[in-house]
C-alpha cells in the first residue's frame, strides 16, 4: 500500500511511524511544505523567552534520521497543492526546485493543522507584526527581541498568547496584552482565571482585556497599535495569537465535507467524506467528549492519538478516535492553570443540567513548609457524572486535573473521586488529597447534605434570610459581606438563639469549610434552609471583584477567639 500524508509534524508524524511499525512493506510518502518536520511546536515560546537557548532542541527528527530508523520517504519543502479524490493523485509543488509532480496514492493522510487567526484589519501585514507557528516564525520573533525590541503587544490571552508573554517579559520587554474577551484565558471560567490575570498584572504586563486589535500603523519608531477602545500603543512588535483556524484549504477544494468553522468531518475512524482520505489532528471537527457535540480542539495530544488511530484503522487493528476532553495547561508567572471537560460557561450555552463545587485546598499537608493553595472547580451533573474541572496554584495542579480527566474518561462519579485511592506522603498530598476532597463536596451536594449557594445570588437572595458570617472575630473586622452577622462557628452551638428559627440562613466562610460545619449543625437543630458559599470568600471574591467588603473599626474582643486551624 502507498500512503501519502500531507502535513509532517504531530499528527502527520504520529500516522507515518505508527504506520511503519505495522507495514514493514508500505511505502510512506509524507509530504511538508516548512523546512522542518517532526518539531516541537509547543516548545517555540520557551525558544523564544531563552529557556530554550539552543533552536536544534526544537528539531526531534531529520528527513534522514526517519528515513534511516523507519524508512519514511519525508519531503520538506514540498507544498501539497490539491487532492483528486476520484484519480487518487495529489498535485505537489517541490518548492525549492520550483517544479511540480503528481503524485499517486491507496490512501491520503490529512494532516495539515490551523493556520493562526489574522485579524482582517489594516497593518497585519507589516514586518514588526508577527505569528507563531513554525520554528522560522520563532527564529524571526527570536531575532526582532535579540536584535533590541524593547516594546512588545500581543494579541490575544489564550495559551499562546500567555505563554509568548510570559516569554518577552522574561527577555525584558515592555508587553502589552490585548484580549477581546473580558477576561484572559477564555477556555476557563473568568473567576478561575482571574489567578491568572492578578499574575500577569504583577509581572508588569499592561493587561487590556475587552479590547481588540483596531488597526497597526508605521511609527516614528516600530508601530503605533490602535485598539478598538481608541488607545495607541508603540511597540518594535506585535505577535497576533488570536486563535487558529483549521487549515482545511485543501480539503474544501477537493469537495470534502466541512462542518464547525471550516475544519474537516471526519467519522469515526477519521475518514473524510472522500474514499480512502483520512484527515487528522488541528484540521478536524472532534466530537466534545461531555456534550457530544461538534468542536475545534487544538492540541497535540488529541493530534497524536489520531494520527496513531488512523495508522491502526489502515493496516487492521481497529483505529477509532478516541473522546477529546481538551485537556489542557499553561504557566504564567509562577501560576499553573489547567481544564478538562466543559467549563460552566460552556455547560449553561449548551443547556446541561450541571452543578458546581469549589474548593481552595494546599497541595500538600497544610503543615509542611510549602503549603500553598489550589484552587479547584468541579463540575458534575445530577447523576454524579464528572463534566469538567479547572484548577490553578502554584504547585501540583497538573496531578488533580489530570486524575480527574483520567476519572472522566473512566466514566468515574464524583464518589468515585472521593474513594479514589492516591499516592500520599507530607511533601506531595494530603490523606484526603484535594481531588477526594472535590468528590466529597459533589457527593454531599448530590446526598442533600450540603446545599451551596453562588456569589451571583448573593444580591439575588431572599431579604428575610439571615447573612451568617462563621469566621473568627478578627477576619470578620478585617471584612465581611455587607449585612452580615458573625457568629464563630466554635461558638455556635453557645449562641443558637441568636439566629431566628423561622429564617432562611446563608452561611460563608473563608473558604467553605467551616461554613459546612456550620450548615451540618444548623440542620441538625432544626434550621431547614441552611446554605454554604460555594468556595467562600475566596471564590467570591473572585467572582464579584468589585464588591466592597464592611470593615469593623474595632473588633469586639469577644471575638477573638483564636482562629480554627482547619
Ligand atoms: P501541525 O503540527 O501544525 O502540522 C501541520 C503541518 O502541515 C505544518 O507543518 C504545515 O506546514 C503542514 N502543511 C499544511 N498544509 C500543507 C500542504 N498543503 N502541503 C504540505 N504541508 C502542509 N498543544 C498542546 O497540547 N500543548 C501545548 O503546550 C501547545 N503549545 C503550542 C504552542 C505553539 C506556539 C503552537 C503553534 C501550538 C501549540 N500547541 C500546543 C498546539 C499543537 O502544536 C497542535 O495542536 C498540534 O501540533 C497539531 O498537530 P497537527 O499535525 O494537526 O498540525
Not at 484580549?179 to 478561575?192: N, T
Not at 504564567?332 to 449553561?348: H, I, P, S
Not at 474548593?359 to 510549602?370: D, E, F, I, T, V
Request: charged content about 25%; hydrophobic content about 45%.
Amino acid at each position: 500500500m502507498k500512503v501519502v500524508v500531507v502535513g509532517g509534524v504531530a499528527a502527520g508524524m504520529s500516522f507515518a511511524a505508527r504506520a511503519r511499525r505495522l507495514a514493514e512493506d508500505a511505502e510512506i510518502v509524507v509530504l511538508e511544505r516548512g523546512p522542518h518536520v517532526s518539531f516541537a511546536n509547543c516548545g517555540l515560546p520557551y525558544y523564544v523567552g531563552d529557556e530554550i537557548a539552543d533552536r536544534d532542541d526544537l528539531l526531534l527528527q531529520t528527513p534522514a534520521s526517519l528515513a534511516a530508523s523507519l524508512a519514511l520517504d519525508v519531503r520538506t519543502r514540498h507544498e501539497a497543492l490539491a487532492i483528486v479524490p476520484s484519480r487518487k493523485t495529489v498535485r505537489v509543488r517541490d518548492l525549492d526546485g520550483a517544479h511540480e509532480y503528481e503524485e499517486t496514492y491507496d490512501a491520503l493522510v490529512l494532516a495539515t493543522g490551523a493556520e493562526p487567526l489574522v485579524p482582517g484589519v489594516p497593518g497585519v501585514y507589516l514586518p514588526q507584526v508577527h505569528t507563531l507557528r513554525t520554528v522560522p516564525d520563532a527564529e524571526r520573533l527570536r531575532g526582532v527581541v535579540d536584535g533590541g525590541a524593547e516594546r512588545a503587544v500581543v494579541v490575544g490571552a489564550g495559551f499562546i498568547g500567555l505563554e509568548a508573554v510570559e516569554a518577552l517579559r522574561r527577555r525584558g520587554l515592555r508587553t502589552t496584552l490585548v484580549e477581546l474577551a473580558d477576561q484572559v484565558l477564555p477556555p476557563l471560567d473568568a473567576e478561575m482565571a482571574r489567578a491568572v490575570s492578578d499574575a500577569l498584572v504583577a509581572a508588569g504586563v499592561d493587561l487590556r482585556t475587552g479590547t481588540g486589535l483596531a488597526a497597526v500603523r508605521p511609527g516614528k519608531r516600530g508601530v503605533s497599535v490602535e485598539l478598538t477602545d481608541g488607545c495607541r500603543v508603540g511597540a518594535d512588535l506585535v505577535l497576533l495569537a488570536a486563535g487558529v483556524r483549521p487549515e482545511s484549504s485543501l480539503a474544501a477544494a477537493a469537495g470534502l465535507t466541512l462542518g464547525t468553522r471550516g475544519a474537516v468531518v471526519v467519522d469515526e475512524h477519521l475518514r473524510t467524506s472522500a474514499p480512502a482520505v483520512y484527515a487528522v489532528g488541528d484540521a478536524i471537527e472532534v466530537a466534545d467528549a461531555v456534550t457530544g457535540a461538534p468542536a475545534l480542539v487544538p492540541l497535540a495530544g488529541p493530534a497524536n492519538r489520531q494520527g496513531r488511530a488512523v495508522a491502526d484503522h489502515l493496516f487492521g487493528r481497529g483505529g477509532r478516535r478516541s473522546p477529546v476532553l481538551g485537556t489542557a495547561i499553561v504557566r504564567v508567572f509562577g501560576v499553573v492553570a489547567a481544564v478538562t471537560g466543559r467549563t460552566e460557561k460552556a455547560l449553561r450555552a449548551a443547556g446541561v443540567e450541571h452543578a458546581v463545587v469549589h474548593l481552595h485546598h494546599a497541595q500538600h499537608a497544610g503543615y509542611y513548609p510549602g503549603a500553598r493553595p489550589i484552587h479547584l472547580k468541579l463540575l458534575f451533573a445530577p447523576d454524579g457524572r464528572i463534566l469538567g474541572a479547572q484548577a490553578t496554584g502554584a504547585e501540583g495542579v497538573d496531578k488533580r486535573i489530570d486524575v480527574i480527566a483520567t476519572a472522566i474518561r473512566a466514566g468515574l462519579t464524583v464518589t468515585d473521586l472521593a474513594e479514589l485511592d492516591l499516592a500520599y506522603a507530607p511533601p506531595f498530598g494530603s490523606a484526603r488529597d484535594p481531588v477526594n476532597m472535590a468528590g466529597l463536596a459533589a457527593s454531599n451536594v448530590l446526598a442533600g447534605d450540603l446545599r451551596l449557594w453562588r456569589p451571583a445570588e448573593l444580591r439575588e437572595r431572599d431579604p428575610e434570610a439571615v447573612l451568617l458570617d462563621v469566621r473568627s472575630g478578627a477576619e470578620f473586622a478585617a471584612g465581611h459581606l455587607p449585612g452580615a452577622v458573625n457568629i464563630p462557628h466554635t461558638q455556635l452551638r453557645a449562641r443558637l438563639d441568636e439566629l431566628p428559627r423561622d429564617r432562611a440562613v446563608w452561611v460563608y466562610c473563608a473558604s467553605g469549610v467551616r461554613s459546612y460545619l456550620a450548615l451540618r449543625l444548623l440542620r441538625q437543630r432544626g434550621w431547614p434552609d441552611t446554605r454554604s458559599l460555594s468556595g467562600g470568600l475566596r471564590t467570591l471574591t473572585l467572582e464579584l471583584p468589585d464588591l466592597a467588603l464592611e470593615r469593623t473599626p474595632e473588633p469586639d474582643p469577644e471575638w477573638l477567639w483564636p482562629a480554627a486551624a482547619i
